[in-house]
């Protein structure tokens, strides 16, 4: 048996979060809350708390779905941040915000906005997917395994 594309694709994206947010991690917080601040959509009191929540959820985010670790729960809250990106990135754009770069894994890689809509659009369908199919998408997870179904 053979490892199975949605376990790959459910790696991916986990791996995507896990970048995003160890990147911001890392890094001054500072760095990410100026990126928060290009977007112009909040108060100051919450870009500060974004940008001191926002990594150490998409790292989270992205070692639960690498271990496979409350699925059901992790693809949704997953679907719910490519929703908020989409959003965030699609809005700047529509406005002409002056942003090179979208900031999503901080100085790491930088991508246009466009780029990263685009991108952003297809982690959303690959989310989508793999909740429409979870046992499939299941496969080798810590759920799997601690409920006997190994």
């Known amino acids: 048996m053979g490892i199975d594309f949605l376990l790959i694709l459910r ?9 995003s947010g160890l990147e911001k991690l890392l ?8 990126v ?26 992205g070692v639960f779905l ?15 941040m490519a929703l908020a990106f989409l ?14 770069s979208c900031g999503c894994f901080g100085d790491f890689i930088t991508v246009p906005l466009y780029v990263i ?5 297809l982690m959303l369908f690959v989310i989508n997917f793999l909740m429409r199919q979870p046992t499939r998408a299941g496969v080798f997870s810590l759920d799997r395994y601690f409920a006997g179904d190994k």
């Open 66 to 80: 690498l271990l496979g670790i409350w699925m059901k729960w992790v693809l949704r809250a997953a679907l719910m």
């Open 87 to 100: 959003f965030i990135v699609g809005q700047a754009i529509v406005r002409g915000l002056p942003i090179t």
């Open 36 to 61: 928060v601040q290009g977007y112009e959509l909040f108060g100051s009191f919450l870009e500060g708390a974004i940008a001191r929540t926002m990594p150490w959820i998409e790292f989270l985010l």
């Open 117 to 121: 809509f685009l991108f952003d659009s």
């Open 11 to 19: 790696a991916l994206i986990g791996a995507i979060f896990i970048v």
């Open 27 to 34: 890094g001054p917080y500072q760095n990410f809350l100026y």
